[in-house]
């Protein structure tokens, strides 16, 4: 599987929006590094 990076964003809130608005339908991978690493695949209907 190939991909790009679509958008990179500093938190510094305990929350955050990420707007999907204007990307394509399909499968996306977001991932989140600091102390410690998250990642999450969701689609985007």
């Known amino acids: 599987m190939q991909g790009q990076i679509i ?3 500093q938190i ?3 929350t955050s ?3 999907l608005q204007g990307y394509s ?3 996306y ?3 989140l ?3 410690k690493s ?3 695949s969701f689609i985007k209907k």
């Open 17 to 19: 929006e990420i707007s």
């Open 38 to 40: 998250f990642s999450k």
């Open 25 to 27: 339908f399909g499968v």
């Open 29 to 31: 991978f977001l991932r």
């Open 33 to 35: 590094s600091g102390k």
């Open 7 to 9: 958008t990179s964003k």
């Open 12 to 14: 510094t809130q305990n």
